[in-house]
């Protein structure tokens, strides 16, 4: 009977929103919807352990360059280190990480997108995803950028595969306002003054 029931038991799903990640080493099923924002999918083969991010990299100074060393880049930077930090912790080994990555469209109305398309929040978003995980030497074994409409992605960590489904423009008012709201409150914490104390990153 326990082990039928066992077999059976539902398996976790949780939503990432904005500004979010999650982690795990059991079964489960992280799923979120994206526009201009990233997530980066992490698993490690071998431990199992398994992650998600979701991130939108709100900048002073779109047209700085390299990404890394940008505003953008220092959120961006946050995302990933909290995500790869917290599945070390569950027994995660870095040099078994892999990646698969998704989002930065050009779906967000803000100042920002009247800008090249080099300078847009989507194409941020998208260099420094490519970058960091370069650096850190992390394979990116499946990708999805750009674009001009959202995303919804279901990662599932039995086998690590990512199931996407894109969303017409018209569809996504629900994503905006939420990238939206996220994005001003970024950018409100950037003109706040600012205090003496140090900031690790």
């Not at 890394?68 to 917290?86: C, F, T």
């Not at 109305?109 to 080099?118: S, W």
């Not at 939420?178 to 690790?200: C, G, H, I």
């Amino acid at each position: 009977m326990n082990a039928v029931t066992q077999a059976h038991k539902p398996i976790e799903k949780r939503v990432i929103h904005a500004g979010e990640h999650h982690v795990s080493r059991n079964p489960i099923i992280l799923s979120t919807l994206l526009g201009s924002c990233v997530s980066v999918c992490l698993y490690d083969p071998v431990t199992r352990v398994v992650g998600m991010n979701h991130f939108l990299l709100a900048t002073r100074h779109p047209s700085q360059d390299p990404v890394l060393a940008s505003d953008a880049g220092r959120y961006g930077l946050g995302a990933m280190e909290l995500l790869i930090n917290d599945m070390l912790k569950l027994g995660a080994r870095r040099a078994n990480l892999r990646a698969k990555a998704f989002g930065g469209g050009n779906v967000l109305a803000t100042r920002l997108n009247e800008l090249p398309d080099r300078f847009s929040i989507g194409k941020i978003n998208i260099d420094f995803v490519q970058r960091f995980l370069a650096q850190d030497r992390i394979p990116l074994v499946a990708q999805d950028f750009g674009g001009t409409m959202g995303r919804q992605i279901r990662f599932e960590s039995n086998d690590f595969s990512v199931y996407l489904r894109r969303i017409p423009i018209k569809r996504t008012s629900s994503i905006l306002t939420n990238e939206k709201r996220y994005f001003d409150k970024e950018l409100k914490q950037q003109k706040a003054p600012r205090s003496n104390s140090v900031e690790f990153w």
